[in-house]
Nanobody, 117 residues
Framework: QVQLVESGGGLVQAGGSLRLSCAAS????????MGWFRQAPGKQRELVAI???????NYADSVKGRFTISRDNAKNTVYLQMNSLKPEDTAVYYC???????????WGQGTQVTVSS
């Protein structure tokens, strides 16, 4: 059974920081591209950042220079360090695991991030 469990969300003031974690089980973690997506009320889910199985990160333009994605294959965990948070970063953040070659995609249940102005 595949599980992606996010943690670390919460309420923070603008300019503050949060670190999200996503612990994966039931998959060969090191072989998966891992990503963070977010969905704000009334908006579509959007990609925030992704880190490939080869450890290459990529970011949405809106978070470049503020967010950092990383992974620890020994702990089967992916992180999202979010600095200089803005009210427009408020959303539910979802962890995503993807193995393109096998057409496999998994999602976590989401964690709420709220940034107050």
């Amino acid at each position: 059974q595949v599980q992606l469990v996010e943690s670390g969300g919460g309420l923070v003031q603008a300019g503050g920081s949060l670190r999200l974690s996503c612990a994966a089980s039931g998959i060969s973690f090191s072989r998966y591209d891992m990503g963070w997506f977010r969905q704000a009320p009334g908006k579509q889910r959007e990609l925030v950042a992704i880190i490939t199985s080869g450890d290459t990160p990529n970011y949405a333009d809106s978070v470049k220079g503020r967010f950092t994605i990383s992974r620890d294959n020994a702990k089967n965990t992916v992180y999202l360090q979010m600095n200089s948070l803005k009210p427009e970063d408020t959303a539910v953040y979802y962890c995503n695991a993807r193995r393109v070659a096998l057409g496999l995609v998994y999602w976590g249940q989401g964690t709420q991030v709220t940034v107050s102005s």
